[in-house]
């Protein structure tokens, strides 16, 4: 036999019917036989080898979600398990080093693509910076009013002195969070991009606050 093809790429054919894929202009063919498609996102069409990771790689693509926000969790997790499945390092222990190097890149990749994707905030900035709009670190741009009341939250939490004040405080951040969660929904939906800025601004303060309470209601229950 002249060549046969692996046995994770059949395998993985059957758990995922992508159609061949003709890379973006950053992919410039497969460094073994220079062919331009993949069978999928990891491996070339022609030769079967794991490919070089363009510098642009893009999460959506890598774990086949649609480029948008609303995401539908369970189906990312298996999509994030099936591609890890794809370039496990067991797979790979008989080849040559480049492409055992290769393969714990793009776990890497993966790993950092599910974490990104998972996360609201952090799936929200990642749409974002693929629409060109980068959010900076400093508050220049919050509106003031919501920041004078994100310092009145935050010193009710300071003064809070039982976990039921505390779990009070909670609710209430947390229905702020799902009603900003929502309103970023609508906010991507109609590509509002400057608006889902702000709110992914405002969820960053309110997931803060979250996360105080949590450390204070931990302190509490330790004393
Ligand atoms: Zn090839």
Redesign the pocket.
């Known amino acids: 036999m002249m060549f046969s093809i692996p046995k994770y790429i059949t395998h993985w054919k059957l758990i995922n019917k992508f159609n061949l894929r003709t890379l973006s202009n950053s992919f410039k ?7 331009s498609e993949t069978s999928n996102n990891f491996f ?6 794991i ?1 070089d990771i363009p510098a642009n790689e893009d999460f959506f693509d890598l774990l086949n979600q649609r480029k948008q926000f609303k995401i539908d969790l369970p189906k990312l997790t298996q999509h994030f398990h099936l591609a890890q499945n794809a370039v496990h390092p067991d797979k790979f222990s008989q080849t040559s080093d480049k492409e055992k190097d290769l393969a714990s890149k793009w776990s890497s990749l993966i790993n950092k693509a599910f974490k990104t994707l998972s996360k609201t905030t952090d799936r929200g900035k990642y749409l974002l910076k693929l629409n060109g709009i980068v959010i900076s670190e400093d508050n220049s741009t919050i509106d003031q009013a919501f920041l004078l009341k994100m310092i009145e939250v935050n010193e009710s939490v300071d003064e809070a002195e039982t976990t039921n004040e505390l779990e009070t405080i909670r609710n209430n951040v947390a229905q702020d969070i799902d009603e900003l969660t929502e309103a970023l929904e609508t906010f991507f939906d109609v590509k509002d991009m400057e608006a889902a800025k702000q709110a992914i601004i405002r969820l960053k303060y309110l997931q803060n606050i979250v996360e105080t309470i949590k450390e204070k209601k931990l302190r509490f229950s330790l004393t």
């Open positions: 063919g497969c460094w073994k036989c220079n062919h070339c069409a022609s030769c079967g080898v490919r």
